[in-house]
T-cell receptor, first 111, second 114 residues
């Protein structure tokens, strides 16, 4: 599976959109981009995933560039409960459950 | 979605002893996975547990140290054997939903070895 690069940390004001970037320049054609987050002392929580089209669900939006070498997770209206470590992971369909977690981005939402 | 529970939620154990962690899922799943998260670190996959076959271990993890059982499609156990302080970590159980490719994690078991 391709590796990903994320900023170590970022701050976001409550109520504003949080845009979390991720680089995955070695991604291959059959690999998906997944986002998870881990709130302190809890197990990781699935947020969203996509292949090449932009995706949106009740939690977030995922924007994948046309060349698929990078993506952005958007939390439209950040709340204090969104403070967590966010992981961008690239995974092929033949890698069931074998998620390779990087260091992730520590997001702190401030009042 | 899948709801996963783990027991115990946390434990403090003495060096040289063993601890068995249980993972229960509210639906039948083909594959279950065990991850480890050392203090201040990210998650690392320990092994994949399929029902009816031996677990498959990732590089750096061996069956003698982390024996796994998978007696049915909703349950698995991970044993941390002959523990040392370096085994102090959070151990997490995970499953994949075959239809959606979403992966779910349990709340984790926080292990401290003294």
């Amino acid at each position: 599976d391709a590796k990903t690069t994320q900023p170590t940390s970022m701050d976001c004001a409550e109520g504003r959109a949080a845009n979390l970037p991720c680089n995955h320049s070695t991604i291959s054609g059959n690999e998906y981009v997944y986002w998870y987050r881990q709130i302190h002392s809890q197990g990781p929580q699935y947020i969203i995933h996509g292949l090449k089209n932009n995706e949106t669900n009740e939690m977030a939006s995922l924007i994948i560039t046309e060349d698929r070498k990078s993506s952005t997770l958007i939390l439209p209206h950040a709340t204090l409960r969104d403070t967590a470590v966010y992981y961008c992971i690239v995974r092929g369909t033949d890698s069931w459950g074998k998620l390779q977690f990087g260091a992730g981005t520590q997001v702190v939402v401030t009042p | 979605s899948a709801v996963i529970s783990q027991k115990p939620s946390r434990d403090i154990c003495q060096r040289g002893t063993s601890l068995t962690i249980q993972c229960q899922v509210d639906s039948q799943v083909t594959m279950m996975f065990w991850y480890r998260q050392q203090p201040g670190q990210s998650l690392t996959l320990i092994a994949t547990a399929n029902q009816g076959s031996e677990a498959t271990y990732e590089s750096g993890f061996v069956i003698d140290k982390f024996p796994i059982s998978r007696p049915n499609l909703t349950f698995s156990t991970l044993t941390v054997s002959n523990m040392s302080p370096e085994d102090s970590s959070i151990y997490l159980c995970s499953v994949t939903c075959a239809e959606t490719y979403e992966q779910y994690f349990g709340p984790g078991t926080r292990l401290t070895v003294t």
